[in-house]
């Protein structure tokens, strides 16, 4: 059973980065068609995909985010890591990383609980 965990600083300053990991137990991040995603959902918002990385080890990112946003990989510690920039009030949300798997048919099959973050 694939589980997920996000960690990081709960609290984040104005025009900080904004960096969390994920860490992945019970499967590894490189198998194909798996890409390791980054969602995030604001207060009283839908949920806002923010990027993910496949298992190439490329990333693909949201274009309204892209310009502040790094994700990234540590294969040996089994665990990928986002970065945002200049962080705003409106990047403020739930945090989440999840696996979307697939090959035309994709799916997001785990996800992590889910961790707050506040622009302080």
């Known amino acids: 059973q694939v589980q997920l965990q996000e960690s990081g600083p709960g609290l984040v300053k104005p025009s900080q980065t904004l960096s969390l990991t994920c860490t992945i137990s019970g499967g590894s991040i490189t198998p194909s068609r798996h890409y390791w995603s980054w969602i995030r959902q604001s207060p009283g918002k839908g949920l806002d995909w923010i990027g993910h990385?496949?298992?190439?080890?490329?990333?693909t990112y949201s274009p309204s985010l892209k310009s502040r946003t790094a994700i990234s990989r540590d294969t040996s510690k089994n665990q990928f890591t986002l970065q945002l920039s200049s962080v705003t009030p409106e990047d403020t949300a739930v945090y989440y990383c999840?696996?979307?798997?697939?090959?035309?048919?994709?799916?997001?099959?785990?996800w992590g609980q889910g961790t707050q973050v506040t622009r302080g």
């Open positions: 999840a696996r979307l798997f697939g090959d035309t048919d994709l799916t997001y099959d785990y």
């Open positions: 990385i496949g298992f190439s080890g490329s990333a």
